[in-house]
Nanobody, 125 residues
């Protein structure tokens, strides 16, 4: 079965950096677009970033543009989210997701077929 496993979350001070990883198995990873979403307590899940199947196209939410960078390594079946200049409002559970369209085109959770369990990111002020 398909598994997406996130790692790399933790506690960091404002202004710091974290790198999240998402390891995929059970699917042809190189055919899928991958996305990162986040969900803070009491809020809806929101889009952060997406990358197309070969890593040539990316798409970011305005709230993270210029601070976060999504990348992928198809040889390792892994997608990454480098998060810099972190702010307390970035505190959330971060989820990776897979979109069989292969295109980095959607910020809508319903467009993604598979989801990981999430990793907690906490940014202290």
């Amino acid at each position: 079965q398909v598994q997406l496993v996130e790692s790399g979350g933790g506690l960091v001070q404002a202004g710091g950096s974290l790198r999240l990883s998402c390891a995929a198995s059970g699917l042809t990873f190189s055919r899928y677009a991958m996305g990162w979403f986040r969900q803070a307590p009491g809020k809806e899940r929101e889009f952060a970033a997406a990358i197309n199947w070969r890593g040539s196209s990316t798409y970011y939410a305005d709230s993270v543009k210029g601070r976060f960078a999504i990348s992928r390594d198809n040889a390792k079946n892994t997608v990454y989210l480098q998060m810099n200049s972190l702010k307390p409002e970035d505190t959330a559970v971060y989820y990776c997701a897979a979109d069989q369209s292969g295109l980095a085109r959607s910020a809508v959770p319903g467009a993604y077929e598979y989801w990981g369990q999430g990793t907690q990111v906490t940014v202290s002020s």
